[in-house]
Every structure is written in C-alpha cells, then in structure tokens.
C-alpha cells in the first residue's frame, strides 16, 4: 500500500490551469506545483502568467504560460498543444476561468446572459474536449471544473441568474463527461466553493456588512481562505482520489448544510 505522501505526489504529471492570471487560478496553480507537477498557465492576462511562472520555476518545477481565451477554439488548441510541446504529456485540467455579472433577472441584458454562459460553460467543455482527448488516448487523467454552491442553491441577494445557471449546468456536465469518460480511464469532477477572495469577490471581503452577511448563513461563521481549497484540488488531481468521479465536492463553510 502506498503512503499519504505517495497518493498525493504529482511528480512528472501536467496540469493545465485555465483562469490561472489571478485569485483562485494562481492558488490551484501553486497547490499543484507544490506537489510536484508541471503547470500550463492559461489566461488572456500574458504579463500576470510569466510573472506566476518565473515563481513556480524557482521551486523546481516547469511552468508554462499561454496567452489564452478559453472561447476561442484557436487558443485551446493552442493551450493543449503547448502543453504537449513542453511536457509531452497531459494529466490535469483544472476548469477555472469563470465570470459573473450580477443583474435582477427582470433587466439582465440578453447578451450578458449568453455571455456568461459561453465563458462559463461552452468554454469549459471546450477545455475538456481538446485536453480529455489527450487524456482518452493515454486512457488516464483527471478533470477539474471549478463549480460553485450557487449552482446547488439560489440566493436572490446578489441576483445573477446566469452566473447561478452556469455553475448549475457546469455540475451535471461534470457528472455527464464522467459517464462517458471513466471507463476509459478519465475521471471528471467538480469542486463547488463558497464564497472565497477572488476577483469576483473583491468588495466583499473586508467590507464589514458583507462579512457578516456570510458570517451569518455559513456554520463555519466565515469566508473561506484560499489554501482551504487546496485539499480538494490535490485529492481529485491525484492518484489518492482515484476511486472518485462524477462528484462534486462543496467547500463553503456548511452554507448549503441548511
């Protein structure tokens, strides 16, 4: 049997990180480099990533960055081929970029509506189309899509029905891509946070009628940080969650407890 150590060791393997120019993407991107993977930084954002991979160099590990807009098919192709150029192997995709636009459902513009859900989820099948037939062909890999609870939950507070339905659409395509893929030796999963600093979230943290806002429906009594996240992304990245697929895994405090 192997150790704790040995299940979570990502020695050798690949993760592609999209979204990976700020907030969670640089986290995961860290988390997964602490563990011994290479890195493929994707974002549009080209400065942010060579600075976050001259970083992640110095700790021993191949960083990558790709100037990237996970709509566009051009530039996923790009992103995998970089990928497979540098490293010649893929083993991770991490679905993190994302966008909300929060607007009363009576008023959202149509065009922001469709925009959201494009970003949100036909980039993220896209992502998992180009990297999951890397993986097929090596009949092993993981995928990660960064969900949210919002797509199990409504909120009506912030009211942003495109963002809710997106991460809602994201999770069962996550459950539906893992019917499809793991016999062939791919796992598919999700990750569902709460409300954690991003960019998203930025005027809420330290605004004090916010805080207390998630202080008052999570159990926990706060936002999360962003190395609690960590320990999810490293479980279904690495050979110690090999026996999960199809799932999604709430980090949010106990807020969809109750």
């Known amino acids: 049997m192997k150790s704790p150590a040995e299940l979570f060791d990502l020695t050798g393997k690949t993760a592609v990180i999209t979204g990976a120019s700020s907030g969670l993407g640089v986290a995961f991107a860290q988390g997964l480099a602490a563990a011994g993977a290479n890195v493929v930084l994707a974002a549009r954002r080209t400065d942010r990533l060579k600075d976050l991979a001259a970083e992640l160099e110095k700790t021993g590990v191949g960083a990558e960055p790709v100037t990237c807009d996970v709509t566009v098919e051009k530039d996923v192709d790009n992103m995998v081929k970089a990928a497979m150029d540098r490293f010649g192997r893929l083993d991770i995709l991490v679905n993190n970029a994302g966008v909300a636009i929060p607007h009363a459902a009576e008023t959202e513009p149509y065009e922001s509506f469709k925009m959201v859900m494009d970003i949100n989820v036909n980039a993220q099948?896209?992502?998992?189309?180009?990297?999951?037939?890397?993986?097929?062909?090596?009949?092993?890999?993981?995928?990660?899509?960064?969900?949210?609870?919002?797509?199990?939950?409504?909120?009506?507070?912030?009211?942003?029905?495109?963002?809710?339905?997106?991460?809602?659409?994201?999770?069962?395509?996550?459950?539906?891509?893992?019917?499809?893929?793991?016999?062939?030796?791919?796992?598919?999963?999700?990750?569902?946070?709460?409300?954690?600093?991003?960019?998203?979230t930025t005027d809420m943290f330290g605004d004090e009628r916010s805080e207390a806002f998630m202080e008052k429906r999570s159990l926990l009594r706060r936002g999360g940080r962003t190395e609690e996240l960590i320990g999810a992304l490293?479980?279904?990245?690495?050979?110690?969650?090999?026996?999960?697929?199809?799932?999604?895994?709430?980090?949010?405090?106990?807020?969809t407890a109750i």
């Open 234 to 255: 490293l479980l279904l990245a690495s050979e110690a969650g090999s026996y999960i697929t199809g799932q999604t895994i709430v980090v949010d405090g106990g807020w």
């Open 125 to 200: 099948f896209l992502c998992s189309q180009r990297c999951g037939r890397i993986m097929l062909e090596a009949r092993s890999g993981s995928i990660i899509n960064i969900a949210s609870m919002l797509g199990l939950v409504g909120l009506g507070s912030i009211p942003q029905a495109s963002y809710n339905a997106s991460k809602a659409a994201m999770i069962n395509m996550t459950r539906e891509l893992a019917a499809q893929w793991s016999k062939r030796g791919v796992r598919v999963n999700a990750i569902a946070p709460g409300w954690f600093p991003s960019e998203m």
